[in-house]
């Protein structure tokens, strides 16, 4: 996804510190007040610690960690800032803790720190003093062990075996050593210069007590001190290395051009010593002289200086016989000598640390920072071949530990302003965006904005209301005082500017080109609103990979004091010089943040007592859509501070929202069938408290996908290559969940199917099988997909289309068998052994819970093929849907953790009580409910419950009343059946409604063991056909209700007479409508009954507009006989609808516009019968058009974009004809009435019958009882004017209804019309 790339920390100054680590080396180093730890090798940023951590309050003081000290064996890192000191440690799991801290005197700051073995020196203004580490309280504390009064030690550092400390001091010349047990004094060592850094050298060949010093001058002049025989811890001069001693008298005179002339460096003799055995236990040329000279370094043990010459070159030394004693014998002379320009500069300092290879060495240089891995055979033998750059950091630059404000970027994002507080400077994004370039940089400004990729910069200044453009030369402009700046794209060689000022006008700047970049004022105006905008923010170019957005490219998003956002883009054609391309009603009020990307998705955050509301608005607003994708709140404790916006290549939207310490990427995701997961998610978090405690002060998207987040003063740079096997890059990562599908994924077969396009599914599952097979017989492969032609999924496929007929080569041979291999045929065969293999490799990058419905769409696609005649098209698609039912709650139950991608967000998988009222609707329009109630039946092992009526919807979409008596006495059974018990009270209920008294009664009979026996074997007894018994029923039923046994209370009502009181029982107590409806249908015998009546009108349709569910209210409408409306709903608002109705509808929910069925089931009802029609001909051609965009886009947010071409270049908007015929003379003929029907629109001509469900009036007869021969006359259609497109609907409607009549008029026989010969 995002990985941190490159950090930008600030280079080091002074020293460099290290911690050698079992299997890495860190170094150290202050910058501003943080400590930064990278690791030497690769110079990757391992950890940055704040100063402010310890001591909070020094977080807005403007100081700067002055020393820094490691204790390597506690793995103790101390820093020191003004009198403060601070200490942290690298615990077991690799985290960094605090781990103390110490605070001197007020004006006794800190100058040097050293640390060692639990004991602390410390060097401060007044003198040195060491600490001893305690443990107090359970707590680690510094007990300090006694202080001295001594010249300002500059550097102080304990000896190996820590008896003595030597310091330094800016003051004099002179190294002293101090008892680090009394803090007396013991030796002053004087120097001829100023010493500028001693090092204690430590050897396992000499004896543990005999220290030994190594001083530098500042004339780069290394001094060995060692102790002498009779005063063995008296240091004395040994020998000296200056640069004359090391080389040639004329090679060092050449040196003398360079300013610095050398730096010399002790190379740490058991980490060389080390690395050279590793080398000669692997190296295999024992004879060559680079193993020879190894072997020669190893068995002497000289000790080895390294020395940095101006011209680039690198000189080696060494010196025998340190070790000897007595240490008479030290000789010096020059190792090795590299050709010049090894180095590109001379360092300040150089360093040799081990490498987690232990045949190479790293050589760390500053500054700038620089690492090498040094190979010892070519290194030591003096080859430049020796050194490999690994990486190198960047030279030091005024102001670079300054804190950053904020963060500035060019429209394309290929550059970037870094301001800082005090000036800043300007980055270009290189290298694909996975590094960035230092440029420009300016001192002080109130508003900046780079241009041209990094190139150009133009700052304001508040103060003279001058625009200053850094170009060459300067080009400036006086404008009016603004509030707001930056940079927008422009058709022209650079990119505009655009200001804001106070009064909401805007300043609109062109930079000409010609000759020189020049700044010229274009116009300065209002935007053209009724009342001034609350705010107006820029608009975030995120389509980069786009240059034709250009033409039509949103440069501000103002948002008005009702939460209105209106898109502008600069227009010279219009009279404001700006044009509003879209709006969006959001309501939402007193937002605290907004902002806007190119591609009209706009975010905004309000401020809740609660917390903080953040939406995601599409400005693609209508009666089908209200723009509002996505909602989320967040706690009190996850502040809100930046929003910012990007996209991927194919323009799929990426959200990042910024917290304090981590910021949330969200990206868009598919809508599907199979999971309920929000519009939008977090697909990835950035969270860098795992490199520093700094909060995030800014964060903003660059080109290609970079992402760089600020903290106090430094940079950190994320791109999207994937360091670990099982992540992908971000972009790829969007466009699977949310870009077009493959043709094989489970989303786009199942709307294939539904849609009727069987064949092509079929031809994907053969396609399928074949790629399959190729990685099962060889796992070696990867899984290639061919994409089929998006033609085929423009064909017109139906449901009905015929299997292909069987070929004969004689005429009584037996039918030819398909010549071609089984495998390229779909089959029985073919789709067991694919969903074999599936189940053995499934395919990459789908769930668990698409892997399962993909096994199930394939063995529907199937069952499908061999029952092509029995199933109609409704019918296969409540199977479809019925099917995946049942498995998807399968995999719940047996595995209920959800299945997660890689570093994202958890796909979630729910269990699910019932189908979805549109499945249901499926199968209530289906013509084939016997064999969908056998299927179902099938589905619930052959005994279905109420429960499982209920989930299936059954007593909801069964029409006949026959088959829901005959199968409410099946669940009636089952119920009674499905306890070991054989408990009567479970089935009273359902065999009260079939009238089956008696059958109860028998039941209870067998019941000895219920503790109710008695009584209902008595009470079932009596006549309930009586008023007396219907009575006492209805009391039993009252007391039921009291002891809460409702469902018994429903059966007593039922058994008293009173479907009424049972069916609310049903609605108020136990909320299951379907149960209501069930019993109602049964009891009254039909589909009209006044209960069910009541049901409908008080219960389903509100519940339906409630929840804003179109199915359920369609079905409703239907079951009303008001079909009209049946249609309606399925495109009309809710609201138009309920003020359509004489029911009173309370409560309207969100529309739900987001299943493209909904279209699907509109095409089939528009013109089924009179009454759709005329509900068809309600609906404007105008919302139409836009239901069908709505439904399209559905289709592109599930991925199914070929669907979506598919349902706009087909669909048909059918309406009747609105041209009435003149009457003809035509002669009398017995096909009269299929010539009446031929004046129906040509859409209906194709129907074999439109259903008649309305009263019609009949006119008066307008055909001749015999006519007469004679010349047929040409028909002539009557002109009709134009009308608006609601009244020529209703005037379609009214010849539709007139032909219908027609059509229904039974013509008059008359002999003459046959004309016999």
Same mark, same amino acid.
């Given at each position: 996804? *995002? ?22 080396? *860190? ?122 009064? =001594? ?10 075996? *820590? ?25 002053? %060592? ?82 060389? !010593? ?41 000189? =080696? ?232 957005? *250009? ?304 096994? =199930? ?49 958890? !796909? ?354 307008? !055909? ?15 002109? %009709? ?7 020529? !609907? ?28």
């Amino acid at each position: 996804m *995002l990985d941190l790339l490159k950090t930008f920390t600030g280079s080091p100054v002074g020293a460099l510190h290290q911690l050698v680590l079992p299997h890495v080396t *860190l170094i150290l180093y202050p910058s501003a007040d943080t400590v930064v730890i990278l690791d030497a090798s690769t110079l990757d940023l391992v950890r940055v610690l704040t100063f402010g951590e310890i001591y909070p309050g020094t977080q807005h003081l403007n100081q700067t960690i002055s020393c820094v000290a490691v204790d390597s064996a506690m793995k103790v890192i101390v820093a020191s800032m003004d009198t403060h000191i601070a200490a942290w440690l690298l615990s077991g799991n690799n985290t960094w803790r605090i781990h103390s801290s110490i605070s001197l005197q007020d004006s006794d700051s800190v100058t040097t720190l050293d640390c060692r073995s639990g004991l602390l020196s410390v060097g401060s203004k007044n003198g040195l003093s060491v600490y001893t580490l305690i443990l107090e309280n359970d707590l680690l504390t510094w007990s300090k062990k006694w202080e001295a009064r =001594v010249a300002t030690p500059s550097l102080a550092k304990f000896a190996p075996t *820590l008896a003595f400390i030597a310091t330094i001091s800016h003051h004099d010349d002179l190294v002293r050593l101090y008892s680090t047990t009394s803090g007396r004094l013991v030796q002053d %060592i004087p120097h001829p210069r100023p010493v500028t850094d001693l090092m204690w050298r430590f050897s396992q060949a000499s004896r543990s007590g005999d220290p030994a010093l190594y001083t530098i001058t500042s004339d780069s002049t290394l001094r060995i001190f060692l102790p002498v025989i009779d005063a063995p811890h008296r240091l004395q001069l040994h020998a000296s290395l200056d640069l004359f001693s090391s080389l040639p008298f004329l090679t060092a005179a050449k040196l003398g051009s360079h300013s610095r002339k050398s730096t010399v460096m002790w190379l740490d003799k058991e980490v060389v !010593r080390r690395t050279i055995k590793a080398v000669l236990a692997s190296a295999t040329e024992d004879a060559s002289l680079q193993v020879e000279r190894l072997r020669e370094i190893d068995e002497e043990g000289w000790d080895l200086f390294i020395r940095a010459l101006g011209d680039g070159s690198m000189l =080696v030394s060494a010196v025998a016989n340190i070790d000897r004693r007595p240490p008479t014998l030290i000789r010096q002379f020059a190792l090795s000598h590299t050709s010049s320009n090894v180095l590109s500069q001379l360092p300040s300092h150089l360093y040799l640390f081990p490498h987690p290879n232990v045949t190479s060495l790293i050589m760390v240089t500053s500054a700038p920072l620089t690492t090498f891995e040094v190979s010892p055979l070519a290194f030591f033998d003096g080859q430049s071949t020796g050194l490999y750059l690994n990486a190198k950091g960047l030279d030091r630059f005024p102001h670079e530990e300054s804190k950053i404000r904020r963060l500035v970027r060019t429209p394309a994002g290929r550059g970037v302003a870094v301001v800082r507080v005090d000036g800043g400077e300007v980055w270009r994004v290189i290298e694909g965006g996975s590094q960035l370039a230092r440029g420009r940089r300016w001192s002080n400004a109130d508003h900046v904005v780079v241009l041209d990729g990094g190139k150009l910069l133009a700052t304001y200044s508040s103060e003279t209301s001058v625009l200053t453009l850094h170009s060459e030369p300067i080009s400036t402009l006086t404008i009016p005082s603004i509030t707001d700046l930056f940079s927008a794209p422009s058709k022209t060689a650079h990119e505009c500017i655009v200001g804001l000022t106070s009064d909401s006008s805007i300043v609109y700047i062109y930079i000409e080109s010609k000759p020189n970049p020049t700044l010229r004022l274009h116009s300065k105006n209002n935007l053209p609103l009724a009342q001034p905008p609350k705010v107006i923010i820029p608009v975030d170019p995120m389509s980069w990979s786009r240059d034709s957005s *250009l033409e039509e490219h949103d440069t501000l998003l103002s948002i008005s004091d009702d939460g209105e956002l209106s898109f502008w883009i600069a227009d010279d054609g219009t009279p404001s010089g700006w044009r509003c391309t879209g709006k969006v009603k959001t309501g939402r009020k007193k937002f605290a943040l907004a902002s806007c990307s190119s591609a009209k998705k706009s975010v905004l955050v309000v401020q809740l007592p609660d917390g903080q509301e953040l939406t995601i608005w599409d400005s693609k607003e209508s009666e089908f859509a209200s723009g509002l994708e996505h909602r989320r709140i967040f706690s009190t404790s996850e502040h809100i501070n930046d929003l910012d916006w990007t996209s991927t290549p194919d323009n799929q939207s990426i959200l990042a929202v910024g917290f304090t310490h981590h910021v949330e990427l969200l990206c868009q995701q598919r809508k599907t069938y199979f999971d309920d997961d929000p519009a939008w998610a977090i697909c990835w978090k950035v969270d860098i408290r795992n490199y520093i405690s700094y909060p995030i002060r800014d964060s903003i998207w660059l080109a290609n996908g970079s992402f760089l987040i600020a903290g106090g003063h430094q940079l950190f740079l994320f791109g999207q290559t994937a360091l670990q096997k099982d992540q992908e890059p971000l972009f790829q990562y969007v466009a699977r969940h949310n870009g077009p599908l493959e043709d094989y994924h489970p989303q786009m077969l199942l709307q294939c199917l539904l849609w009727g396009k069987v064949e092509l599914v079929k031809q994907i599952i053969v396609a399928l099988s074949l790629a399959v097979r190729a990685i099962y017989e060889d796992p070696t492969q990867d899984f290639h997909w061919n994409a089929f032609p998006v033609e085929q999924y423009l064909r017109g496929q139906y449901m009905t289309s015929n299997k292909p007929s069987k070929r004969y080569n004689f005429l009584f041979s037996t039918p030819q068998e398909n010549s071609l291999p089984d495998e390229t045929v779909f089959s029985r065969h073919m789709v067991e052994t694919l969903i074999e293999q599936l189940e053995t490799r499934p395919l990459p990058h789908l769930t668990p819970n698409e892997h399962a419905c993909l096994l =199930v769409l394939i063995q529907t696609t199937l069952e499908i093929e061999e029952q092509r005649r029995a199933l109609d098209a409704n019918g296969l698609r409540y199977v479809i849907s019925m099917r995946s039912f049942y498995i998807l709650n399968r995999r719940v139950t047996s595995d209920p953790s959800s299945p997660r991608s890689n570093g994202a967000i958890p !796909r979630s998988t729910g269990w699910r009580e019932r189908l979805r009222y549109r499945d249901m609707v499926w199968a209530f329009h289906s013509e084939s409910q016997g064999l969908l109630l056998s299927t179902s039946t099938a589905a619930c092992s052959g005994r279905m419950l109420w429960s499982d009526a209920r989930a299936l919807g059954v007593f909801i979409w069964l029409n006949s009343v026959e088959s829901l008596r005959a199968h409410m006495e099946v669940i009636a059974r089952n119920e009674y059946m499905a306890g070991d018990n054989r408990d009567p009270t479970a089935c009273s209920l359902f065999y009260f409604a079939l009238g089956k008294v008696k059958l109860v009664h028998g039941l209870w009979k067998q019941a000895a063991w219920h503790k109710e026996q008695a009584i209902m074997l008595k009470f079932l007894a009596n006549d309930f056909t009586q008023p007396k018994q219907k009575t006492a029923a209805l009391k039993n039923a009252y007391a039921l209700l009291g002891k809460q046994r409702f469902e018994y209370a429903a059966a007593f009502f039922l058994l008293g007479g009173s479907l009424k009181d049972a069916v609310h029982v049903c609605l108020r107590h136990l909320s299951d409508f379907q149960l209501a409806i069930a019993l109602a249908r049964v009891v009254e015998g039909s589909s009209d009954g006044p209960v069910l009546r009541d049901i409908l009108h008080n219960t389903v349709i509100p519940t339906a507009f409630r929840e804003g569910n179109r199915w359920l209210g369609s079905w409703a409408f239907w079951m009303l006989n008001r079909r009209d409306f049946a249609v309606r709903i399925l495109v009309t608002p809710l609201r138009d609808i309920a003020d359509a109705l004489d029911i009173q509808v309370i409560e309207i929910g969100e529309p739900h516009y987001d299943d493209p069925s909904l279209a699907l089931l509109f095409s089939q009802l528009r013109s089924k019968t009179l009454q759709t029609a005329r509900g068809t001909s309600e609906i404007s051609g105008r919302s139409e058009f836009n239901f069908v965009l709505q439904i399209a886009r559905v289709f592109c947010k599930m991925g199914c974009h070929a669907l979506a071409l598919d349902l706009v270049r087909s669909w048909s908007f059918e309406r009747p004809s609105i041209s009435v015929p003149a009457p003809t003379e035509h002669p009398p003929t017995p096909y009269a009435t299929l010539r009446r029907s031929l004046a129906l629109d040509p859409k209906l001509r194709r129907r074999s019958s439109i259903m008649i469900d309305m009263d019609i009036a009949s006119p008066a007869p307008t !055909r001749k009882v015999s006519p007469e021969r004679s010349l047929v006359r040409a028909p002539t259609q009557e002109t %009709i004017k134009e009308e608006g497109d609601l009244l020529a !609907r209703k005037a379609g409607l009214g010849s539709l209804l007139k032909s219908a009549k027609q059509d229904v008029r039974v013509p008059e026989f008359n002999m003459d019309s046959f004309s016999f010969v």
